[in-house]
């Protein structure tokens, strides 16, 4: 049976859940929506105010007679999370205040895949100091840090695989955590970035949704019922290793075993537009050439983006989601791929499936730290009840 203090304790955790979420509320109406009593909620704020968590802003003129009422926000210095996200060509950071703003980003740009752990870890530690020197006093906020990172995760701690940095079986968490002299948890990226844009988008926050995410490899994650869909090892939807049967017409129309992030991932429209004459290094010279209407640049990115609507309905399928968001670097070609890859969608979909609506990710350069520190906030709010 619960006690006072845990019935307390709870309500203080869903009294600023739900400042966060809606806004700044009068204790009034703060107590209408949790079923509270005017009392209980006046009780539950002054020890949120105590801690430095939630703090009184203006004044509102209610539509009956009596005192304006007094409007409660989330105090943004209560609290601050960092995450940070090692990719194969960057690394970046930001830091989130508990309003769930960016106060502070910073970025590093250079070829993990291609470096020893080491190397990772000292760009990482120097760009963690350099958040710490930002945040001044706010350190002392600090909590924890999380680590977005493109591979396999276990209990937020071991890194079972990421094979596109070369690394394998660590226990990354510990690792890191005696770094920074801080606790660390481990993120998968994907994971991350679609937290970051279902957490921090009003109009996906009742919603359920698919993050394809479409960097250097490709990485997926589904959120249903308000959270991570996970599955039992913390993997689920990872598909960017599925296997697939593919015709191939240089070979005679013998089918051989192709990788999905080897179809849809960066280094295969790269690869197109390379065949075509046009050698790319990243989506920013993509984007030029299909600016300029360059017919052997629109004529790739079309075969591309025909293949990446043949995988968004296998998601559509897997998933049954009411939103398909595409994230990371190739989200950057949304305008030019958008109609081709929602045409492909609805064409290989059976008739009368739900079609689910076609999104350009928010956070698309930083979406797995944002999605690190954001999942550091949302623990945050639950966590918070210790303190009330």
């Known amino acids: 049976m619960a006690t006072p203090a845990t019935v307390r304790q709870i ?202 995410l479409l960097e250097s490899g490709v990485g997926g994650a589904c959120i249903a019922d308000g959270k991570l869909a996970l599955g039992s090892n913390g993997l689920a939807g990872e598909i960017g290793h599925a296997k697939f049967l593919i015709a191939s017409t240089a070979d005679g129309d013998r089918l051989r075993t192709r990788v999905l992030q080897d179809l849809i991932g960066k280094a295969a429209l790269l690869s197109s537009l390379g065949e075509a004459g046009h050698k790319c290094d990243g989506v920013a010279d993509a984007l030029k050439l299909l600016g300029a209407n360059n017919a052997a640049a629109l004529r790739a990115t079309e075969h591309w983006a025909q293949a990446l609507g043949v995988a968004a309905s296998f998601v559509a399928l897997a998933c049954d989601v009411q939103n398909i968001v595409l994230g990371g670097e190739m989200a950057g070609l949304f305008e030019f791929i958008e109609p081709i890859v929602a045409r492909e969608l609805r064409s290989t979909l059976p008739p009368g499936f739900p079609v689910p609506t076609l999104r350009r990710a928010k956070f698309i350069d930083d979406g797995g730290a944002v999605g690190a520190a954001a999942l550091g906030h949302a623990a945050a709010l639950k966590e918070i009840e210790s303190n009330v």
């Open 11 to 212: 309500n203080g955790a869903a009294a600023l859940a739900l400042i966060w979420s809606e806004g700044p509320l009068t204790r009034a109406e703060m107590a209408r929506r949790l079923s509270l009593t005017k009392a209980s909620v006046a009780s539950i704020i002054a020890q949120l105010e105590e801690v430095g968590l939630v703090q009184e802003e203006v004044s509102v003129r209610s539509v009956k007679a009596g005192r304006p009422g007094t409007l409660v926000g989330v105090r943004p210095e209560g609290r601050y999370f960092i995450g940070i996200e090692i990719g194969v060509d960057r690394m970046n950071l930001v830091t989130m205040d508990l309003a769930g703003r960016i106060v502070h980003q910073a970025e590093k740009h250079e070829r993990f895949s291609e470096k020893p752990e080491s190397f990772a870890f000292s760009e990482l530690a120097k760009l963690y100091r350099g958040a710490l020197t930002q945040l001044g006093r706010g350190a002392s906020l600090l909590r924890e840090v999380r680590v977005a990172v493109p591979g396999y995760v276990r209990d937020g701690d071991t890194l079972i695989s990421a094979k596109i940095l070369g690394w394998s079986q660590m226990p990354l968490g510990e690792k890191l955590s005696r770094r920074l002299d801080i606790p660390v948890k481990i993120e998968n990226d994907a994971n991350a970035s679609a937290f970051a844009e279902w957490y921090l988008r009003k109009e996906l926050h009742t919603q359920s949704m698919y993050l394809l």
